[in-house]
């Protein structure tokens, strides 16, 4: 099993551009998360989804958009890229409520 | 609200010396409670959870952690630590029956650890 993968590992991205940035699980879950980590400030939850055509908000969700069209798969696009969206992007998956959540290895984006 | 909170932001050990992590956490019941390590430039990995039973639960690479509900802790200990040992730690929490929510994460703390 790959676990989680997440695709680009780096990417710069210039003002007003847009990106998806790809995440894939093989663990069969249902619950799927995105996360940002910036320095000093945790891990704080910007979309996630419960099974396939299902996504709900979290803390952080403005100037981002998900969707969830197989159990696999749960990009994260960014429309409009502002600095304050430079950051460390991490996708989890996870078995059910509460359980334990597995990260992929993380998207670093810097927005100038 | 649910909430985490780690008191120390940045710790330094010296090499083989033993360590402890504070992790307290605001909750109604009982919650699910995990302790992730992040090295540097890396994704986070579970360290050990917590559900319910024996309130010392072992993890992996010689961790464990203590769950005391009078004081809603759950601290994390290792009684020799290695250089290898230094990165980022985050304690968190899961509710269990409340659908579709997420892992509550710490702040984190960063250990260093001195030769």
């Known amino acids: 099993n790959a676990g989680v993968t997440q695709t680009p590992k780096f990417r710069i991205l210039k003002i007003g551009q847009s990106m998806t940035l790809q995440c894939t699980q093989d663990m069969n879950h249902n619950y799927m998360y995105w996360y940002r980590q910036d320095p000093g400030m945790g891990l704080k939850l910007i979309y996630y989804s419960v099974g396939a055509g299902i996504t709900d908000k979290g803390e952080v969700p403005n100037g981002y958009n998900v969707s969830r069209s197989t159990t696999e798969d749960f990009p994260l696009r960014l429309e409009l890229a502002a600095p304050s969206q430079t950051s460390v992007y991490f996708c989890?998956?996870?078995?059910?409520?509460?359980?334990?959540?597995?990260f992929g290895p993380g998207t670093r984006l810097t927005v100038t | 609200a649910q909430s985490v909170t780690q008191p120390d932001i940045h710790i330094t050990v010296s090499e083989g010396a033993s360590l402890e992590l504070r992790c307290n956490y605001s909750?109604?019941?009982?919650?699910?409670l995990f302790w992730y390590v992040q090295s540097p430039g890396q994704g986070l990995q579970l360290l050990l959870k917590?559900?319910?039973?024996?309130?010392l639960v072992q993890g992996i690479k010689g961790f464990e952690a203590e769950f005391k509900r009078s004081q809603s802790s759950f601290n994390l200990r290792k009684p020799s630590v290695h250089w290898s040992d230094a990165a980022e730690y985050f304690c968190?929490?899961?509710?269990?029956?409340?659908?579709?929510?997420?892992?509550?994460f710490g702040k984190g703390t960063t250990l260093s650890v001195s030769s």
């Open positions: 917590y559900f319910s039973g024996d309130t």
């Open positions: 909750y109604g019941a009982t919650p699910y």
């Open positions: 968190a929490v899961g509710a269990p029956n409340q659908a579709g929510t997420a892992l509550i």
């Open positions: 989890a998956s996870s078995p059910g409520t509460g359980f334990e959540q597995y």
